[in-house]
Every structure is written in structure tokens, then in C-alpha cells.
């Protein structure tokens, strides 16, 4: 069994089970022979935009995974999907303006994927900002280390549940959004009956607080039984954008902690560079992952004022910006 460094092993289990998966920019197809191996899709879409890394991912995987009889498509981002093709997207190791360049260039082809998986290198607040604000909701965000850096993964679903957009083999018709948290497991062949997504009033929310909605649940492997887990509303909640949706989702967003942990960072302006979902969740990344920043920003701050007098206005800028983050250290245990 291949064994995956943190990084890919968290992206790995925020795909559920029983679903296509389109693995844009694969490179090594890793992520690819690990979906295979652990019975998460057998029905995965390798692609890349340059044929040297395509041709490596094709290599590895013949060679790690020879039963895989996986798709290889050579080209741009989600050009070469078909609309409604994947269920979920993994679009992992790239830099977060140039993710969202390749979500936003068929934003209705797009809207069909089930869930995105996006492990933006560098720019995690503007796509995150840019996601919020253009149909899709977060419902789920993990930490892991590679390296000296902590990367940021998130899954993202669209927010509005168009009924009959949907084609998985899931049933109950007007499905929306398969956003449950748990990962991988079971391969009981076919994505359940999601927990609806909703219509998220205010479109920029993470999932969970506000007119959120999905079922995401917590931590890695929070249902248990692997894959999405069952139940949750349709979508097309008469109470005003809430799906029933079933589980630790709902939980979630009626748990006044929650709440409290989204307007604190919201009020610190932080919250489309914290997730929200990390602390409520407890990741044990989370406190590592600010005190870096705060590092960071004090680093930059000592700078400014060995400058002297003519960092001023940028200076007030930062220890404003480092009070901010300090606070979400406290709100992350610290
Ligand atoms: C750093 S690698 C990441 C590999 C793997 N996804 C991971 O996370 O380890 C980035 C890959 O994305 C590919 N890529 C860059 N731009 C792309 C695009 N517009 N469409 C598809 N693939 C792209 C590159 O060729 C490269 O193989």
C-alpha cells in the first residue's frame, strides 16, 4: 500500500467514497493509485496540463496500481471534463489565484462538481473569499505539515442546491450537495442521499454558521462509515435556506461555540484566513499554524521599526493585524 506524506494523505480523506474523482494537475499520481488502493474510486480521472507530468502520473500508476484502468487526459484545468463528469475535483499543489482562474473559467461546469478538493499553495484567503462569494460553500478544512510549511486544505461544495442538476447514482432526486465530512472507508459503491446543500443566503459563509447548511461533519473520518453519509434534507428547505441536513453538520451550526468562534474571527477580519471550521474542530495544527503567522508579522513589525519613523502608518497596519491573530491563538487554545 502506498504510503502518502500528511499532505496528500489529508486531501485523501476528504474525497468520499463511491464517486469519480478528476485529479487536476496530478504530476506523480499518487493521490490517484492511493484512491484506487483504498477502494475510495476506482473510477479516477488523471489529468494534467503538460504531458511530462501526465506521462509520470501514467508511469506510477502502471506501476503501483496496475489494476487501475484509470482515464489520462492531457489539458487546461476543467477542459477536460465533461459537465457533470466528476463528482469530486481535486485541484491540490497549485497556487490559489491560478485554482481559481481554473474553477472560474467554466463556473457552470464547475457548479455540476460535487466537491472540490483545494490545496491552494499560496493565496488560501482569496480563494477562499472567491469560492464564498461565487456559489460554493467550505464545509470542511484541514491542516498538515510538509516540510517547514503547514498546508491548508479545504473542501468546497456548491452552495445552492439546483434541483435535478445532480446526476450521481444517489437517489432521492433533488440532491444537492454530498458535503459529508467523513472520508473514505466503506466503498459501499455509490454516493447516499447527501445531506442537502441549500441555498446559502449570504453567499460568503463558511459552512456551518449562518444560512449554511451541509452535513460536513467534523474531523477526518467524522461519519465513520465511510463515504457520504446518509440522510440530510434536499436542498429546497421550506425554512429558508436550511436543509434538514442530518448529523454533526446541523450540530454544528446551531452550536453556539461555532458561532461564537465565526463572529470572533469575522469581527478580527480573519475569517477567510482562519477557518473558522479548524478551531471548532480542535485541529491540532490550528495553534502551530497562527503562531507562525504571528512569527511572521513580528519578524516584518521589528523590521519596520529598525526603518524607523517612516513605517509609521504600515507599523499601526501590523500591530492591529497582530492583536487579530493573537486572539485567534486564544480562540485555538493558546
Ligand atoms: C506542484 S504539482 C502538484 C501535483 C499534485 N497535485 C500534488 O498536489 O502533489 C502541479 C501540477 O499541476 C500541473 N498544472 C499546472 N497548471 C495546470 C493547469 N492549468 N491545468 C492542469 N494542470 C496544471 C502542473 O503541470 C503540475 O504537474
Known sequence: MLRLNDRLEAICSCVPAGGVVADIGSDHGFLPVALYERGISA?????DAKTGPLDRARENISRLA?????????????????????????????GGLLIQRLISADLDKALSVR??????????????????????????????????????????????????????PEGGGADAGPEGGGSHAAGDGGWPAGGGAGAAGDGCRLAGGGADAGPEGGGSDAAGDGGWPAGGGSGAAGDGGRPAG????????????????????????????????LLYKGDPLALPFILKKIRIEEKIAQELMDAGAKA????????????????AARLAGG
Not at 496496475?66 to 459537465?83: I, S
Not at 484567503?125 to 505539515?145: K, P, Q, S, Y
Open 43 to 47: 473510477a479516477v480521472i488523471v489529468s
Open 66 to 94: 496496475p489494476g487501475a484502468a484509470f482515464d489520462f487526459r492531457l489539458g487546461d484545468g476543467l477542459e477536460v471534463l465533461g459537465r457533470g463528469e466528476a463528482d469530486t475535483v481535486i485541484i491540490a499543489g497549485m
Open 115 to 168: 466537491r472540490f478538493v483545494l490545496q491552494p499553495r499560496n493565496a488560501p484567503d482569496a480563494l477562499r473569499r472567491w469560492l464564498c462569494g461565487n456559489g460554493f460553500r467550505l464545509v470542511d478544512e484541514r491542516l498538515a505539515r510538509e516540510g517547514r510549511f503547514i498546508c491548508e486544505i479545504m473542501a468546497a461544495v456548491p452552495a445552492g442546491a439546483r434541483i435535478g442538476a445532480s446526476r450521481g
Open 246 to 277: 442530518s448529523g454533526a453538520d446541523a450540530g454544528r451550526a446551531a452550536d453556539p461555540r461555532y458561532r461564537q468562534i465565526e463572529a470572533a474571527l469575522s469581527e478580527c477580519g480573519l475569517e477567510f484566513e482562519i477557518s473558522p471550521l
Open 312 to 327: 509609521g502608518p504600515r507599523l499601526e497596519e501590523l500591530s492591529a493585524r497582530l492583536e487579530a491573530l493573537k486572539k
